[in-house]
């Protein structure tokens, strides 16, 4: 049996060359091989090219406390990612300096990526992708119809090396891992060439079952446990939580429920609008025991709290069967294996099932969810565009958006119907770069419920005091009359 057990982070990276491909999932702070990146950043090679899904910023916490993949930022020649920075906080603006240096940024979708790592680690040539059509991403790419549908080729990912944030290891490296965090780490680990993992215990061959190893040891080259005075203890962990809670802008996108700003209401608008729960609840009433739902970030989110009992939710990053969100009045509760998509913390229940990214996006790409999003803008075909409010790529961030648009049984858009400057949000044609062509089915903003269909966009209900005329005022296309058009019941 090779000794595949180390002592030293350093001497675990200690042959990695200049030019290395490395892929270091990084969803959360308990998904991130912290001690690794610290031991590459110390080493200092250059001209790295990282994948990874979540590469964000966290300036409210030091290095000694979080090291994230953006600790490595000056060291790399390229990266590649669905989630470049945080939209509320700017999105990519923190590497433009970095790519006018000559740092290469190549954007995709989650599924996407997770599909191109699968691919190259099953030796595949690549894949045909109906995700990014009519995008972005589909620049410099080989389009082909197939069976009356447009694809995408994407090429596969191979990686020189892995870096895996693991629960427990045997000595032959057979790996599992802790609530959420398997993500894209299985998929890592089978397509490097080399997986360096560490984890919070290494015990013998024999104390895992079988039946709960998650990665084989086969796909393990070498393992380390993580010290007491490491990165990414779990008592370091509850701290940074305690930490987010004292923190107002992280309290507000974390544990508290989002409003609407109202302090300017434009000109155009002087009847009543619905609140943020309002339209959660009216959103929620769309959704039937049975139902599979995933909840994007924002008022999506508050569906939650008025889905009929029966109706499942999932995350994208890897849980199905979730339970209620965290809220302000239980920080003490959180943990971080258990955060969702949107980096909220949850509630785990009974009947909960976790699993690899791969898993997570052939539910959704196979049709068996509805999703509820948030929009910039829909278009009277269904266009929707919800990624990009920036001038440039580095002004958005992808995620697995596109994603659950394309892949979707329903897409419901909730938002609120014009911008704070009275700009139409539900508009003829979308202005800003498209998440997915013709994906809408239904979008129930603060003062209608529209439905999009081969026709156009049909108004259905209407907030109480609105006409049809009001509503029509602040639409920027026209809208169809439903024969039943009423107020919107709750």
Known sequence: MSNKLFTSFDEAVADIPDGSVIGIESWGIAATAQNL?????????????????????????TEDEATMPTAILPQLKKLITPVLGVQRLGAGAFVKEYVE??????????????????????????????VGVGTVLEQGKESRLINDRQYLFEEPIKLDYAFIRGHRADKLGNLIYQGIYRADQPVMAMAAGVTIAEVDEIVEVGAIDPEHVVTPGIFVDRILSIPEDGLGTPRKWKKLIYRLGEIEIARQMLFRTPEFDRSEPAATVTKLRLDADIIAMRAAKELRPGDYANLGFGIPNLCALYIPEGVIFHSENGALAYGPLITEDEIEEADWHYVAAGGRFFHPVPGMSVFDVVTSFAMIRSGRLISIMGALEVSERGDLANWNAG????????????????????????????????????????????????????????????????????????????????????????????????????
């Open 101 to 130: 240096r000559g740092l290469e940024v190549e954007l995709t979708s989650h599924g996407t990526l997770a599909s191109r790592l699968y691919a190259g680690a099953a030796n595949l040539g690549g894949f045909y992708n109906p």
């Open 37 to 61: 990146i610290a031991a590459i950043k110390r080493k200092g090679v250059k001209d790295l090219t990282v994948v990874t899904h979540n590469f964000v910023p966290l300036p409210i916490f």
């Open 391 to 490: 001038g440039d790529a580095l002004g958005g961030t992808i995620g697995g958006g596109m994603d659950l648009a394309v892949g979707a049984r329903k897409v419901i858009i909730t938002m609120e119907h014009i911008t704070k400057n009275g700009k139409p949000k539900v508009v003829s044609e979308c202005t800003y770069p498209l998440t997915a062509k013709q994906c809408v089915d239904l979008i129930v903003t603060d003062v209608a419920v529209i439905k999009v269909n081969g026709e156009g966009l049909l108004l259905r209900e209407m907030a109480p005091g609105w006409t049809a005329e009001d509503v029509q005022a602040v639409t920027g296309a026209k809208l169809h009359l439903a024969p039943d058009l009423k107020e919107i019941e709750l």
